[in-house]
Nanobody
C-alpha cells in the first residue's frame, strides 16, 4: 500500500500546477484521499479531500475557488489542480488516504489524524 505524490516544482505568481497522487495496493475510488501542505515552521494544513465512492469534494476556505481536486480511476490517481498560485502557497504538499474509512463514518475530512497512509510529499515553490 503506497501513495506517490508528484508534480511539484517552481511556479511564478499567477501560474498553475497540477499535483498527482498515484496509489498502489488499493483503489482510490473506494477511499477518501486528502491533500495537505506544510510550510517551514508550520503545522500540516488541510487543503482538500475527495470522498470515497464519489460522495463529494471538500475544500478549505483558503483554497476554494483556486484549487480543484479530481480523481481518475483508470489511472488510480487523484489530482490537485492549483491555479493562480501565490507565494503563500509555497510548501511541501502531501496526499493521504483514509484506508480505515474514518471519514466515511464521521464525515470529518480536515484532520490529518483521519488519514492513515501518506505519500512522501512534493515541494511547490511560488516565487517571481
Amino acid at each position: 500500500v503506497q501513495l506517490q505524490a508528484s508534480g511539484g516544482g517552481l511556479a511564478r505568481p499567477g501560474e498553475s500546477l497540477r499535483l498527482s497522487c498515484t496509489a498502489s495496493g488499493f483503489t482510490v475510488k473506494d477511499y477518501a484521499i486528502g491533500w495537505f501542505r506544510q510550510a517551514p515552521g508550520k503545522e500540516r494544513y488541510w487543503l482538500s479531500s475527495i470522498a470515497a465512492r464519489s460522495l463529494g469534494e471538500y475544500y478549505s476556505n483558503s483554497v476554494r475557488g483556486r484549487f480543484s481536486i479530481s480523481r481518475d480511476s483508470a489511472k488510480n490517481t487523484v489530482y490537485l489542480q492549483m491555479n493562480n498560485l501565490e507565494p503563500g502557497d509555497t510548501a511541501i504538499y502531501f496526499c493521504a488516504a483514509d484506508l480505515s474509512l474514518l471519514t466515511y463514518s464521521n464525515g470529518i475530512y480536515y484532520q490529518p489524524e483521519q488519514y492513515d497512509t501518506w505519500g512522501q510529499g512534493t515541494l511547490v515553490t511560488v516565487s517571481s
